[in-house]
């Protein structure tokens, strides 16, 4: 399978916990995107990487968020000290050209603080 | 900024007949545009999307929409809606460069209809 892949698909953590989650891409798709989705809305922009370049971050992403593509592939997103809120799908994406935006979705992992 | 209208949050249709979701966006210049489908539980899954020529674009699953700049519409529709397509549609809008300081291949999506057949 060569898609968009997310793990873990479910994660329940106690609100104040760290989580981490990791996104693999199409194989040489230089952009990656990470976007949140909360129930009854569509899909939000968290911020974007070109090969290992950071380009954007939303003013959704806070400061407990950090989200790195050490090497140009994978892509981890953490969250700090989470919060009820915090709780969402988070959906990665990948795309291979520069121009166009045709992005490709992985399955999302779902978030759940308690 | 960019940014995504879909009015109707829930559509219900019989099986065999016809569907139009609507989708209306603001964008600066020439965007690009696309409709995924969402089933409960799953990831976003390309239906079909607009860069630029021709208007009507046709797409997977029976799928096809029209973009229509004077009324900065791109309506997505179906002649024969299958029990299977029963699923929430999101239409998003794509930056086609760094204009208005929106983010190059940055997509921002509608709030989505939720589809339902019956039988």
């Known amino acids: 399978d060569t898609g968009v892949s997310q793990n873990p698909r479910h994660k329940i953590t106690k609100r104040g916990q760290n989580v981490t989650f990791r996104c693999d891409p199409i194989s040489e798709h230089n952009r990656l995107y990470w976007y949140r989705q909360t129930l009854g809305q569509g899909p939000e922009f968290l911020t974007y990487?070109?090969?290992?370049?950071?380009?954007?971050k939303s003013r959704l992403l806070s400061d407990r968020f950090s989200a790195e593509r050490p090497k140009g592939s994978f892509s981890t997103l953490e969250i700090q000290r989470t919060e009820q809120g915090d709780s969402a799908m988070y959906l990665c994406?990948?795309?291979?050209?520069?121009?166009?935006?045709?992005?490709?979705f992985g399955p999302g992992t779902r978030l759940t603080v308690l | 900024a960019q940014s995504v209208t879909q009015p109707d949050i829930h559509i219900t249709v019989s099986e065999g007949a016809s569907l139009e979701l609507r989708c209306n966006y603001s964008?600066?210049?020439?965007?690009?545009l696309f409709w995924y489908v969402q089933s409960p539980g799953q990831g976003l899954q390309l239906l079909l999307k607009y860069f630029s020529g021709d208007t009507l674009v046709q797409g997977i699953k029976g799928f096809e929409a029209e973009f229509k700049r004077s009324q900065s519409s791109f309506n997505l529709r179906k002649p024969s809606v299958h029990w299977s397509d029963a699923a929430e549609y999101f239409c998003a809008v794509g930056a086609q460069g760094n204009a208005g300081g929106t983010s190059y291949g940055k997509l921002t999506f509608g709030q989505g209809t939720i589809l339902t057949v019956h039988p």
């Open positions: 964008y600066g210049a020439t965007p690009y």
């Open positions: 994406a990948s795309s291979l050209r520069v121009g166009a935006s045709e992005q490709f």
């Open positions: 990487f070109q090969n290992e370049a950071q380009l954007e």
